[in-house]
Nanobody, 126 residues
Framework: QVQLVESGGGLVQAGGSLRLSCAAS????????LGWFRQAPGKEREFVAS????????NYADSVKGRFTISRDNAKNTVYLQMNSLKPEDTAVYYC???????????????????WGQGTQVTVSS
């Protein structure tokens, strides 16, 4: 099992940056594929980015490609999401998620992840 705790959300103006962190418990962090998802009011939870166990591979939603970067530090049991050039449409609650074997790998959707954090709010003002 793994427990996840996100931090780093907040209010930022359009064009600004934020860095989200997700700290995990347990000794087996490096065995999990990790993902970031987001959910805006009235919308379904959607994929943002994912990263493989060693950090060598990653995948991004088209809407954030070139603006967001996912990374992980297995020594610190932490995954990050660096968000640059933020837009008002990026406003959402952001969740980190973990699973040892998402059936679709780095393209897996929310249903393929078994462990979730509590979420952190990101609000981008225009």
């Amino acid at each position: 099992q793994v427990q996840l705790v996100e931090s780093g959300g907040g209010l930022v103006q359009a064009g600004g940056s934020l860095r989200l962190s997700c700290a995990a418990s347990g000794r087996t962090f490096s065995t999990y594929v990790l993902g970031w998802f987001r959910q805006a009011p009235g919308k379904e939870r959607e994929f943002v980015a994912s990263i493989g166990r060693s950090g060598g591979n990653s995948n991004y939603a088209d809407s954030v490609k070139g603006r967001f970067t996912i990374s992980r530090d297995n020594a610190k049991n932490t995954v990050y999401l660096q968000m640059n050039s933020l837009k008002p449409e990026d406003t959402a609650v952001y969740y980190c998620a973990a699973d040892r074997l998402p059936p679709s790998g780095l393209r897996g959707g929310p249903a393929e992840y078994g462990y979730w954090g509590q979420g952190t709010q990101v609000t981008v003002s225009s």
